[in-house]
């Protein structure tokens, strides 16, 4: 009896490392303005160098952007402000004027005006 006492005593804290922290992987889509290749490629890199980012697709047609991500490491407004850093607009984010009109001629899209 002592034996396995002193066995589990010993297991205990090999256990303990072996439970890692629990990722929260989300998947989502939201719209994201743009137009083009270069758009796609520029919104999927900037989404890509976001930590916590796991996949990102933008489809040019629809406009939708596809992600998944750890909600441990990053949150969705985040992702959003850091696809507006890129100079494309999202429902939760606005591209800076500076940004936007920073962009390829190719790359400039109608933009909504947010009241």
Not at 50 to 55: D, F, S, T
Not at 94 to 102: F, G, L, P, R, V
Request: hydrophobic share 40%; proline share 3%.
């Amino acid at each position: 009896m002592k034996k396995i006492i002193i066995l589990l005593i010993a297991l205990a804290p090999l256990v303990s490392f072996t439970q890692k922290k629990k990722k929260d992987i989300q998947k989502t889509s939201f719209e994201v303005a743009g137009v083009c290749g270069m758009c796609k490629s520029r919104i999927e890199k900037k989404a890509f160098s976001i930590k916590g980012v796991k996949l990102a697709t933008w489809d040019i047609p629809s406009h939708q952007f596809s992600v998944i991500y750890d909600a441990s490491k990053v949150s969705l407004e985040k992702i959003h402000e850091g696809i507006a850093d890129s100079g494309h607009d999202t429902k939760l984010a606005t591209a800076k004027d500076e940004t936007y009109n920073n962009l390829p001629m190719c790359c400039l899209y109608d933009r909504i005006v947010k009241e």
